[in-house]
């Protein structure tokens, strides 16, 4: 059983460019989050999804940020029109319940716009 | 507010040494405490999960404990390693039907020989 994959494990991106971060969440596992950490900061949650749903994306900022977990497939957060202060590494969990239960980090995305 | 504050923000101990990182929190209503090891460009990985009736839990060299009266944990870690040295994360969740993760900032360990 493989663990949460994200990819790509770096991304680089120039200003105005589209980010797009993929995790795939551990097998039987429905529930996944998003969460950002900046340099020398702690996590900050983004959304949190369960198949075809966003039940919380209060971490979101309004714009260019968007977040899916399609039925098939893994989940996508995309980062539209990318500015320097995205540059962060972002990092997905999943969980087979609710988050009652243990959450499964992936390796993170390091973007970097340039 | 919902919060969880961890000390020291940094230490550095030497290898073989014992310590005792602190977390504190104001979370309500309560529902698990967790402990994560994050190595440097490397995701969270659990270390122990605790409820609100469980008092300690281990995991080889390192040992949680929870005061749900005070809200307060601590993670113990004895006979360092220099494989020890990472950010150590208090996480609290919330039983709420939303996302109900609160992260703390993290305490950085350095463990030197």
């Known amino acids: 059983n493989a663990g949460v994959m994200q990819n790509p494990r770096h991304l680089v991106r120039r200003r105005g460019q589209e980010a797009r971060l993929r995790c795939s969440p551990m097998?039987?596992?429905?529930?996944v989050y998003w969460y950002r950490q900046l340099p020398e900061e702690g996590l900050k949650f983004m959304v949190y999804?369960?198949?075809?749903?966003?039940?919380?994306e209060s971490g979101m900022p309004k714009e260019r940020f968007s977040a899916e977990f399609p039925k098939e497939g893994p989940s996508i957060l995309r980062i539209q029109q990318v500015v320097r202060g995205d540059s962060a590494a972002y990092f997905c969990a999943s969980s087979p319940t609710s988050s009652d239960t243990e959450a499964f980090f992936g390796q993170g995305t390091r973007l970097t716009v340039v | 507010k919902n919060q969880v504050e961890q000390s020291p923000q940094s230490l550095i101990i030497l290898e073989g040494k014992n310590c005792t990182l602190q977390c504190n929190y104001t979370v309500s209503p309560f529902s698990n405490l967790r402990w994560y090891k994050q190595d440097t460009g490397r995701g969270p990985v659990s270390l122990t999960i605790?409820?609100?009736?469980?008092n300690t839990k281990s995991n080889g060299r390192y040992t949680a404990t929870l005061d749900a009266d005070t809200k307060q944990s601590s993670l113990h870690i004895t006979a360092s390693q220099l494989s020890d040295s990472a950010s150590y994360i208090c996480v609290v969740s919330v039983r709420q039907a939303g996302t109900a993760l609160i992260f703390g900032k993290g305490t950085t360990l350095s463990v030197s020989s």
């Open positions: 097998k039987g596992h429905s529930h």
């Open positions: 999804l369960q198949k075809e749903n966003i039940i919380d």
């Open positions: 605790m409820t609100f009736s469980e």
